[in-house]
């Protein structure tokens, strides 16, 4: 089954932790991107990549560092969450096509950061 | 970069029509995303335009005007299940950076 794989799921953790969510997808897709949604503010971009070892800053990337070293893996690290990282976390991928770079989201990850 | 506007809430009836607009001003359009949301899960991808005109998909149709910086998501024959958040999403001709609306909440009442 195609899918875009998150884990952990649910974290709560504490300010200065470092923590990794780790994203993964089965499609073989070139492009990957983090985005975290928070309430009345919808998706932001984190991060984004658009193949192994090519990542570039989205729209609110202090904070957070990503990683692409294989294909089908994208990271988000968190190396001293604050309280102002709690938010809902997704990690899409996307590949070249017809209807253009249609984004397939994973299931999210529900931050919380004390 | 883009500034998206969609309204936050609307509520209709089962079996009616909703429509959902979308206005956007970017610094370069290449493509607009129409996504749909159930409460605690991942967007899933409903639609896109690139062109002007309408697309339709069975219940679910979308409509572009690219001069208008302009777009709707037209749902016909309400049913329960398709109260959820619909996000309007605009791809920059950076071709890699996708920029969400905050999204509306379609609210389906029997």
């Known amino acids: 089954e195609a899918q875009v794989t998150q884990n952990p799921r649910y974290l709560i953790t504490v300010t200065g932790k470092k923590l990794t969510v780790t994203c993964s997808q089965n499609?073989?897709?070139?492009?990957m991107s983090w985005y975290r949604q928070d309430p009345g503010l919808g998706l932001r971009q984190i991060y984004y990549s658009m193949n192994v070892e090519v990542t570039d800053k989205g729209d609110v990337p202090e904070g957070y560092k990503v990683s692409r070293k294989e294909k089908r893996n994208f990271p988000l690290i968190l190396e001293s969450p604050s309280p102002n990282q709690t938010s809902l976390y997704f990690c899409?991928?996307?590949?070249?096509?017809?209807?253009?770079?249609?984004?397939?989201f994973g299931a999210g990850t529900r931050l919380s950061v004390l | 970069g883009q500034n998206i506007d969609q309204p936050t809430e609307m509520t209709a009836t089962e079996g009616a029509i909703v429509q959902i607009n979308c206005t956007y001003q970017?610094?370069?359009?290449?493509?607009l995303f129409w996504y749909q949301q159930h409460a605690g899960e991942a967007p899933t991808f409903l639609s896109y335009?690139?062109?002007?005109g309408l697309e339709e998909k069975g219940r679910f149709s979308s409509f572009l005007s690219r001069s208008k910086g302009y777009s709707y998501l037209l749902l016909k024959e309400l049913q329960m299940k398709d109260s959820a958040s619909y996000l309007c999403a605009v791809r920059d001709r950076n071709d890699y950076k996708l920029s969400f609306g905050a999204g509306t909440t379609v609210t389906v009442r029997a």
């Open positions: 970017t610094s370069g359009f290449n493509g």
């Open positions: 335009n690139v062109l002007d």
């Open positions: 499609m073989n897709h070139e492009y």
């Open positions: 899409a991928s996307s590949s070249r096509g017809r209807l253009g770079d249609i984004q397939y």
